[in-house]
């Protein structure tokens, strides 16, 4: 069964609760994140997306100077590493939400993304890649 910690990023990118949302932008751009966890310590208490940005930066015509915790979401879903990936795609759908930060005693130790279940999809079951290898090897290429 393939779990969250086998399709999640494990180099989650976060920002401190007390950084401006020009901060949180600049991150985001140069490392072309749509969006970023927000950490209180080593607590993740939030996350943000270039979505809130857009909502509450430039529509309400807010500063650059507004902190990051004025406009993050606060009520942070969260999952176990250890979870299935069909309870991670289950709580993602339920909840309306594309990142699912991954947490493990509560410690932030990846992220999954909605894009991560399509790549996930693409890859062959270890028993698909067996039977492949089987294949190419079949019993008219062996002496008897």
Do not use: H
């Not at 970023?36 to 080593?42: A, K, R, T």
């Not at 990142?99 to 693409?122: H, K, M, T, Y």
Request: glycine share 4%; proline share 3%.
């Amino acid at each position: 069964m393939t779990t969250v910690k086998d399709i999640m990023t494990k180099d989650v990118v976060s920002i401190s609760v007390d950084s401006s949302v020009f901060d949180v932008a600049e991150v985001m751009s140069s490392n072309q994140l749509g969006s970023l966890v927000i950490m209180d310590g080593e607590v993740p208490v939030g996350i943000v997306t270039e979505r809130d940005i857009v909502r509450w930066v430039c529509a309400k015509k807010l500063l650059g100077e507004t902190k990051v915790s004025e406009i993050m979401s606060k009520s942070l879903i969260t999952i176990d590493p250890d979870a299935s990936i069909k309870d991670a795609a289950r709580l993602m759908s339920i909840n309306k939400i594309r990142r699912l930060p991954v947490l493990e005693q509560n410690r932030l130790v990846g992220i999954v993304v909605a894009s991560d279940f399509v790549r996930n999809l693409g890859k062959k079951s270890a028993s698909e890649e067996i039977l492949e290898a089987v294949g190419r090897y079949s019993s008219t290429s062996f002496p008897v």
